[in-house]
């Protein structure tokens, strides 16, 4: 069974930094895609960052040069630093970890929020 933990959301200025972790057990990591996503209140879910089994990464627009994402393979952990937040960064961040089409996983969610 896949268990996901995410971890590392929370209340912070605008200006500031956060780094969110996921870390997946009971399915095959290192070959997955992993993905961070986010949804505001009234808003759809959108993908915020995601990074494939061989490191490439690919960010949404309004987080370019402001997110990294990473993943360790050997800790099956997904991070997510955030730097310089916007309060238009406020959401409910997920975790998606995804092995195949049909065996896509997600999080149960972490809130970030952003002050002005």
């Known amino acids: 069974q896949v268990h996901m933990v995410e971890s590392g959301g929370g209340l912070v200025q605008a200006g500031g930094s956060l780094r969110l972790s996921c870390a997946v057990s009971?399915?095959?990591?290192?070959?997955?895609?992993m993905g961070w996503y986010r949804q505001a209140p009234g808003k759809q879910r959108e993908l915020v960052a995601a990074?494939?089994?061989?490191?490439?990464?690919n960010y949404a627009d309004s987080v370019k040069g402001r997110f990294t994402i990473s993943r360790d393979n050997a800790k099956n952990t997904v991070s997510l630093q955030m730097n310089s937040l916007k309060p238009e960064d406020t959401a409910v961040y997920y975790c998606?970890?995804?092995?195949?089409?049909?065996?896509?996983?997600w999080g149960q969610g972490t809130q970030v929020t952003v002050s002005s």
């Open positions: 998606r970890h995804t092995v195949t089409p049909w065996r896509d996983y």
């Open positions: 009971g399915s095959v990591f290192s070959s997955s895609t």
């Open positions: 990074i494939n089994s061989g490191g490439t990464t």
